[in-house]
């Protein structure tokens, strides 16, 4: 009967051996599929960023206009007068221009 006692415990701390391995495998598995979920996230929202860059915007063809005086950036055309300097910032470079005429907004 000490036979049974004893191998009572062994036989309790293999289960609980058993038990723990399987819970383990089974949060390395959760924990595998949480961290790819938010590397898609974190990829798609570097794309997303990426995408709404101003230095991708000026890729696209757009420019940024600044008074060559403050460098305030224009954002009417009200805020320059005629033969009033200004820069435009593109892609790759600025240029110099000055205002020889203004147009009435659509």
């Known amino acids: ?3 049974f006692i004893a191998a009572a415990p ?4 293999a289960s ?8 383990k495998i089974r949060l390395t598995n959760l924990i595998q599929r949480v961290l790819e979920s938010r590397q898609f996230q974190l990829r798609r929202f570097a794309g997303l960023l ?5 230095l ?8 940024v206009v600044r008074e060559s ?18 820069q435009i910032q593109l892609a790759r470079g600025k ?10 907004n659509p």
């Open 16 to 23: 609980q051996k058993a038990i723990l391995n399987e819970k």
């Open 50 to 54: 990426d995408a709404l860059s101003p």
């Open 69 to 86: 005086d403050t460098g305030q950036v224009v954002k009417d055309a009200q805020e320059l007068k005629i033969g009033q300097n200004f």
């Open 56 to 63: 991708k915007v000026l890729d696209r063809g757009y420019s």
């Open 1 to 3: 009967t000490n036979r």
């Open 10 to 13: 062994q036989q309790r701390i």
């Open 95 to 104: 240029i110099g221009a000055q205002v020889t005429e203004k147009f009435p």
